[in-house]
């Protein structure tokens, strides 16, 4: 690249940061933007990112929201109801793959029979009012379960969970547990107390190994907006200490959650190793 050259390609490029700079201010003016970029990208790829930003708030913007049945053209669907058990694994292959071609996307975490979800989305997931925008390569994701809890299952998900960080001996900093934590002797604890009395257990060992479990029961109850639950079960697994010896650590356990805000949360365990 000769010199004339070379200061062509630099007028451009400060042109360029020049215009960067305009479009940050500009969406920071127009859409409360703050941030962008961290300013090492080279400007030309700085300036396709803003642009894409400019565009997708612009539409975000003048985005009017639209039930779902809208989004997908008003199809007409059978009632649940007036349909055979072969007639709604029909209906529900068709439905589905009309929100595939849509972009939309329904998640079921649990267990449902095919006549529940085909109800769920002719009867309640058509009337919801998604935004009508959709961006190129752009999903829209639906889980039931946000429409319907599923208590039974998030107490499961939870004290398996609990039981997978044990057994691993990391509970991640203490996710899925409840700010204050009774252990024996009905003492209170807060989370960073009860993490460290979890690793100072989990440091007496070298290893939890053959671990097995079964769930034989869980039940739940709400008073209002506060939920209380439990998972119980029997559990059974080998502790390693340092010096290489095996411990059988086995027998009955019992996991106590409180939910509020649609959120379970562990308060208290009775657990073979832990004391």
Partial sequence: MNPDEQNHHHD???ALRMENEF???KL?????????????????????????????ESAWASNKRTKIAGILGNPQ???????????????????TSLLAEHHIALDFLGEYPNRLKYAFIIDELFEHEGNGMMMPGMTTHFI??????????????????????????????????????????????????????????????RAFTNAEYV??????????????????????YTAIL??????????PFKI????????WTIFSVVFPGFE
Avoid: C
Wanted: aromatic share 12%.
């Fill in 144 to 205: 039931y379960e946000e429409f319907h809890p599923n208590h039974e299952l998030d107490i499961r998900n939870r004290t398996e969970d609990f039981l997978r960080g044990w057994f691993k001996r990391d509970m991640k900093g203490g996710q899925g547990l409840s700010h204050g934590f009774i252990v024996a002797g009905n003492i209170e604890l807060n989370k960073e107390q009860v993490v460290q009395r979890f690793k100072n257990i989990f440091n007496s060992y």
């Fill in 23 to 25: 479009l940050k201010l």
């Fill in 28 to 56: 920071q003016a127009e859409h409360g933007a703050q941030s962008f970029t961290s300013g090492n990208l080279p400007p030309e790829v700085e300036h396709s990112f803003l642009k894409n930003i400019m565009e997708f």
């Fill in 242 to 251: 340092e010096n290489g010896e095996e411990v059988i650590k086995k027998g």
């Fill in 77 to 95: 669907f059978p009632n649940a109801d007036s349909l055979s058990d072969g007639a709604i694994d029909t209906e529900l292959e068709k439905v």
């Fill in 215 to 236: 769930i034989s029961n869980i039940r739940f109850e709400f008073k209002g907006e506060t939920g209380m639950g439990h998972a119980e079960g029997l559990v059974k």
């Fill in 12 to 14: 451009e490029q400060e």
């Fill in 256 to 263: 106590y959650l409180s939910n509020e805000y649609d959120w």
